[in-house]
């Protein structure tokens, strides 16, 4: 049987596959892990423990030595979704409420689940597509990208949107583990390569268990809103990821519109930031249902736009050389 070729043929299907599995088990037999209990129990409910592991090997991986045009490409990328992450933040502060909106189309929209949605890309998605589709030093920029991986930079954006405010500590526990494993990777080139190969490994392990923090039932209840969320992401995000990507990266908007789509590790972010701060927690299950619908909506939708986009370009290109020798 080739499962694992079945699911790499399904953008970000390493993460995706395992999260559906944990969802469906979550809603269908919700107290499997107490059930079961032990080790069983673990694999369920352990999406913190699983994820500070992830995160570690992740920051072993970034290599300080990274060649100027991927620091310019990553950089340019992860500032630029940042900051309008934190403008659509500011602006949902405004206009709703901390508990979410309560009914209607945009049931469950919350500050939260607009941070958590917009705030980190799709490392993975974003490296495959830009292998078929950009230069191997775009492909390369996801590097960089793995710093919005994880609660810190969602952190950030709200209490730098005025949402919530974090204590010092809390900010220093979010990213120690990150550092902890960035140094020891470009320390020792060994430890390097021996944490980074636990980075893909772990994926289908936190998807699993992130997907047991998902009803599906709620996602039914919010209806179409997970897919519109999804929807503005790519079209907020996307449009100045793109044109910073021509304007400042060099490219031609190819590799901005592959950066425009939601991190399945953002699933987890909701409920990480409502333990910290309890005011989110009214917000957490709606804001991670959304989360993960856009997650799956941006996953199917991104390949295909940029795609198109890419087949655009590369017309343009063509024209424009027939037009040169012309």
Known sequence: MNIKKAIDRIPGGLMLVPLIIGALTKTFFPEAGKYFGSFTNGLITGTVPILAVWFFCMGATIDLRATGTVLRKSGNLVV??????????WMAAQWLPMDGVQA?????FSALAICAAMDMTNGGLYAAVMQQYGTKEEAGAFVLMSIESGPLVSMLILGAAG??????????????????GFALGNLDKDLKEFFGKCVHVLIPFFGFALGNGINLNVIAQTGLGGILLGVLVIAITGIPLMLADKLIGGGNGTAGLAASSTAGAAV????IIAEMVPAFKPAAA????????????TAILVPILTGLWAKRMAARGEEAKALATA
């Open 80 to 89: 630029v979704k940042t900051l309008v992450a934190w403008a659509a933040t």
């Open 104 to 108: 209607g189309l945009f049931a469950g």
């Open 163 to 180: 949402v919530a405010s974090f204590e010092p500590r809390l900010f220093a526990g979010a990213v120690l583990p990150f550092l902890v």
């Open 268 to 271: 987890a972010n909701p409920m």
């Open 286 to 297: 709606a804001a991670t249902s959304l989360v993960a619908a856009a997650c799956l909506t």
